[in-house]
């Protein structure tokens, strides 16, 4: 999860107000409160819950989660939904890999990290994130393999058939 200050990627304490805003240590949290202060308040959950969709090969892992009811509405701040959908998936892509241990789909070594793409559509009945994920041999976005993944990855993207209506999120 990254850190609302100072963009640290190992930013795990969460905002005990809104729990949406993470931070490496308090003292980025202290020193990002003017700025965060604004936007920060307590979310009112939705009544729905959230289905947050793996897709690793050929198996789908499914999560349910209470989502801000904030976030369910289609003008959400992007900030916001941003932030919090990045870490919900950051949180549950650990999960996965220790769940469903796999081969880099590229260079076949033991995988060390999910490369995840989220689809999202918060505004939806009910609110989905599915997310698909490869097994990769590094968490190294400049690796051989992930750089060979991502090229495929845009390819996909640009591609006609691809669904149309939600959002991708990059991250």
């Avoid at 060979?148 to 209506?165: A, I, M």
């Amino acid at each position: 999860m990254v850190c609302g200050k100072c963009a640290n990627p190992s930013g795990s304490l969460k905002c005990s107000r809104c729990k949406i805003m993470t931070y490496c240590n308090r003292e980025c949290q202290v020193a990002h409160w003017p700025e965060h202060k604004i936007r920060c308040k307590k979310f009112e959950m939705s009544p729905e819950k959230l289905r947050l969709q793996f897709f690793v090969g050929d198996k789908e892992i499914l999560f349910l989660e209470d989502i801000p009811a904030l976030l369910c509405q289609p003008n959400a701040p992007r900030e916001l939904t941003s932030r919090w959908v990045s870490n919900l998936v950051d949180t549950h892509t650990e999960k996965v890999l220790e769940q469903h241990p796999g081969r880099c789909v590229y260079c076949s070594k033991q995988a060390m990290a999910l490369k995840t793409t989220p689809m999202v559509t918060l505004n939806s009945k009910p609110p989905t994130i599915l997310v698909l994920a490869r097994h990769l041999c590094a968490n190294n976005r400049s690796s051989p393999c992930a750089v060979k993944l991502e090229e495929e990855l845009q390819r996909g993207f640009n591609s006609p058939d691809f669904p149309k209506g939600g959002e991708l999120y990059r991250h």
